[in-house]
């Protein structure tokens, strides 16, 4: 026999609750009934293990399909069960319930500086899908500061969260920051709590991770250059680590596949993270030599920014007589008197990939080990660069 249901739902599209009609081949109190035997049976199954089919429940608790998926999807969306594609519904790690009764997941969240312009984007991307699927997030914003991150870590085990998505502060040997992140990393896997990084990871930890294709942009920018005539390019960055040499490799790589040679008068390392204008000096002190360049290709929008500044100054003109190429694709890029040409990182769809590895299982893996997503990023040309 079909019974007609009427149901109350909260609708969060518009904030109000409203009544739905549902269709159903058991009785309410058969559902009652199935759907707390099924969150018994959850209950007493370590996490990660796979529940019967749903025709060996149809079978022991004598109720049809519908009852069963409406069980198991209720309890997905509650956070007791989580289902991966083709494989079958999964018994979810166990949480703390919430004051309702109701199971609520939470993720953290750790991001070097907020104030960066990739990382809004980021976060963006991570709350698209945390709100999808009713996951609370508790964000950290460490100021690349080794103290911060470690602190925050600690809280993030403390509060028992299901998952952690981590752009790991920028590398300080002075604060052993790589040390101090790999225990707490580690701690991270003992207590079970998968994680993933984003538009960096971490040396010596294997986890999924979602990163931009840095040498892919280096290459881009520097082929660009190389296209429009410029002929001596320089590149001009913060300190070594993963990143800037990434972007470096793609930068030498362009450089060796035209030909050419490439210049040690004309490559910029910064020293120091502390810097007021950071390109201004180095490039005005390169243009000042008895072999300046024509172009330059800089790590960040930021660095192109002071390079912008110093091309100025000597009464040259940005994409005439120096060519110039920003990364990051930031606002100021569109703000400058010549609109910059910047390499383009898809900062969204990293956070949006990084949140969908958490949902999707445990530890966030797919069968054979820990993926990685590698973006590719765009080229976006303007003024600066094109002669």
Not at 148 to 169: C, E, H, M, W
Not at 191 to 197: N, R, S
Request: hydrophobic share 35%; net charge positive.
């Amino acid at each position: 026999m079909v019974y007609q249901v009427k149901a109350l739902f909260y609708d969060r599209r518009f904030g109000t609750h409203r009544m739905i009609h549902a269709m159903t081949s058991d009785t309410p109190t058969i559902y009652v009934e199935v759907r707390q035997r099924l969150q018994k049976e959850i209950a007493e199954a370590p996490p990660h293990a796979k529940i019967r089919s749903r025709r060996d429940l149809m079978q022991a608790y004598g109720v049809s399909r519908t009852t069963i998926d409406r069980a198991i999807s209720e309890l997905i969306g509650q956070g007791y069960l989580y289902a991966k594609n083709g494989s079958g519904t999964y018994v979810a790690k166990k949480t703390h319930p919430s004051p309702t009764g109701r199971q609520m997941r939470s993720w953290g969240v750790l991001l070097p500086d907020i104030r960066h312009y990739t990382y809004p984007g980021i976060l963006r991307g991570i709350e698209q899908v945390s709100f999808k699927h009713d996951v609370n997030l508790i964000v950290g914003n460490i100021e690349n500061q080794a103290a911060r991150q470690t602190s925050y870590l600690r809280n993030f085990i403390d509060s028992k969260v299901s998952g952690v998505i981590i752009v790991p502060a920028r590398p300080n040997p002075s604060e052993d920051l790589e040390g101090q992140l790999f225990t707490m990393l580690q701690e991270l896997k003992d207590q079970d709590i998968p994680f993933v990084f984003v538009n960096r990871n971490a040396l010596g930890i294997e986890a999924p991770q979602v990163v931009s294709n840095d040498f892919q942009g280096g290459l881009l920018a520097t082929r660009h250059l190389l296209a429009q005539g410029y002929r001596r390019i320089a590149y001009i960055s913060h300190p070594r680590y993963t990143i800037s040499l990434n972007r470096y490799m793609g930068y030498l790589s362009a450089l060796s596949l035209a030909g050419r040679q490439s210049d040690e008068n004309l490559i910029a390392f910064s020293s120091s993270w502390d810097f007021e204008a950071p390109g201004y000096q180095e490039l005005g002190r390169m243009l000042d030599g008895p072999e300046p360049p024509d172009a330059v290709f800089c790590f960040t929008d930021l660095i192109a920014r002071g390079a912008y500044r110093a091309i100025c100054e000597r009464n040259l003109v940005p994409g005439r007589d120096v060519g110039i190429v920003g990364y990051d694709d930031s606002l100021m890029c569109r703000s400058l008197e010549i609109p910059l040409t910047s390499v383009k990182i898809h900062s969204f769809e990293m956070g949006q990939k990084a949140a969908q590895f958490l949902f999707d299982g445990p530890h966030g893996t797919a069968p054979g080990g820990n993926p990685s997503i590698i973006l590719p990023p765009d080229l976006v040309v303007r003024e600066s660069s094109t002669r």
